[in-house]
């Protein structure tokens, strides 16, 4: 069994959005809310607790049967692993850190950045999966498109930037100069 909630506007209002299990499909449970926990009953007894999460979806992965396990941790995800580190060791990183907390719900979203990834030298990808591990706790496909694009650019103004001689230096104000201080 494995249920799912999302919190909306408060501590005690929650949906539960889905309660799967050989033993409980289409059964009634009842859902206590407690500070941190919740609880589920079936027929008053407890079948299920799970702390509150602090905004996402929470899974428990021990609940799923054993060939969905086996699914999640070889198949596909293992394939995206080993492509995505031969892209780039940094790249393997980061799409190992995206399908551990969950691979097959991460599963797309590592397709996705893998996607990407193909269209781009492994030197710029292991630089945007250094920022995006260092930078941002949840990296998605758009994130990581603007992170390449960035470094994109960083690198094309470095390469056309003009240099300035000392005596030029001498007309160029720094920024306190445009300040109004009255």
């Keep these: 069994m494995a249920l799912a909630w999302q919190v909306f506007n408060g501590p005690f209002s929650f949906l539960v959005a889905g309660f799967r299990g050989p033993r409980h499909v289409g ?3 009842w859902v206590k809310v407690t500070g941190k926990f919740v609880y589920v009953y079936y027929n008053d007894q407890l079948i299920k ?3 509150i999460p602090k905004g996402f979806r929470q899974t428990d992965l021990n609940d799923f049967p054993d060939n969905m396990k086996h699914a999640m941790d070889s198949g596909l995800p293992m394939f995206l692993r080993t492509k995505a580190h031969q892209i780039s060791p940094e790249f393997g990183e980061l ?9 097959y719900i991460n599963m797309r979203k590592a397709q996705s950045l893998i996607a990407i990834a193909e269209k781009h030298s492994s030197e710029l990808i292991s630089k945007a999966s250094i920022s995006a591990q260092s930078n941002y706790r949840r990296i998605h496909p758009k994130l990581f498109k603007s992170i390449i694009e960035k470094i994109e650019s960083g690198i094309k103004e470095n390469e056309t930037a003009i240099a300035i001689s000392e005596n030029t230096q001498v007309f160029i104000r720094g920024m306190e100069y445009f300040m109004n201080n009255n």
Excluded: D
């Excluded at 799409?95 to 691979?103: E, F």
């Design 27 to 29: 059964k009634t449970v």
């Design 49 to 51: 607790q799970h702390l």
């Design 95 to 103: 799409i190992n850190k995206i399908l551990i907390p969950h691979a």
